[in-house]
């Protein structure tokens, strides 16, 4: 399967699936469904999940089932679906690998400035989705999508996550989507981990999934070329950032709207 981004202004692209690859049932569970969804409404849908979690807020953290078991679901996933797979890496030897199932190499937030990170993202030839970090500008985000451009690969994109505000929680600044919009490269929106409530006593992020909606609402409205939104059958007993994950059986209803909303709109 050649992957293609339908980056159009018809209407926006999704990046959903569960935050971590859990197990299998799960994963297709949720991939299915989206793909029934997706297909009803239009909207291009590459599913997303991780096949490891390096950056978890406590070492008791779930990080995964184990890297080669994890990609291999997400290859199922994309073999017997037919859906493009997006995944992160958090060290530059993890790109090969990933490359492997992946049609959309993630770079995480936190290490968005990773020079060795993002070029070996490039240098596998896939899209490479770098998420801005909570500390940046949206400016600063033309100096790393350069990074993946001058190491030969043009097929970029950015994702705003929010930005730190104290100490426990995050800010979407909507001027910083149009900002990233004029560099030329889709501009997507991560609606819950842009809602994540971080640095809680427990060592485990909150949320406020109640937001959801309006967030989502909000991205479209000022043109966001896609979204981003984890979601999971039952996020109360979720493996990772469960407190700000979309309840799958309400996916369908929110993106509705969402592509009633976008409709509406004239750029």
Do not use: W
């Not at 930005?163 to 426990?168: E, K, L, P, V, W």
Request: aromatic content about 8%; some cysteine; overall charge positive.
């Amino acid at each position: 399967m050649n992957f293609v981004l339908n980056n159009n202004e018809d209407n926006f692209f999704l990046i959903a699936g569960p935050c971590v690859v859990e197990n299998k049932e799960i994963t297709f569970e949720t991939a299915k469904h989206l793909k029934s969804v997706c297909e009803k409404l239009g909207i291009q849908l590459i599913f997303k999940s991780s096949y490891k979690k390096a950056n978890r807020s406590s070492v008791n953290s779930f990080t995964g089932l184990g890297n080669q078991k994890a990609l291999d679901i997400l290859m199922q996933i994309k073999s017997d679906l037919s859906l493009p797979i997006c995944t992160d890496i958090h060290l530059p030897e993890e790109a090969a690998f990933a490359a492997q199932v992946a049609d959309i190499i993630q770079i995480p937030a936190f290490l968005c400035r990773q020079t060795d990170l993002l070029i070996a993202a490039a240098k596998t030839g896939k899209y490479v989705n770098i998420k801005k970090g909570q500390f940046l500008s949206p400016d600063a985000m033309e100096f790393a999508a350069k990074k993946i451009i001058n190491a030969g690969n043009n097929n970029v994109m950015l994702t705003e996550r929010g930005t730190t505000f104290g100490y426990q929680d995050l800010v979407i600044d909507f001027r910083g989507i149009p900002k990233m919009k004029q560099f030329g490269y889709p501009v997507v929106l991560d609606v819950t981990h842009s809602l994540q409530i971080p640095n809680q006593s427990s060592g485990v992020s909150g949320g406020q999934p109640d937001m959801i909606e309006y967030m989502a609402k909000a991205g479209i409205a000022v043109g966001v070329n896609g979204l981003f939104i984890e979601t999971h059958p039952n996020p109360a007993k979720a493996k990772s950032d469960g407190a700000n994950m979309l309840k799958l059986e309400l996916i369908e209803d929110l993106l509705i709207k969402l592509v009633k909303l976008k409709k509406s709109l004239i750029f």
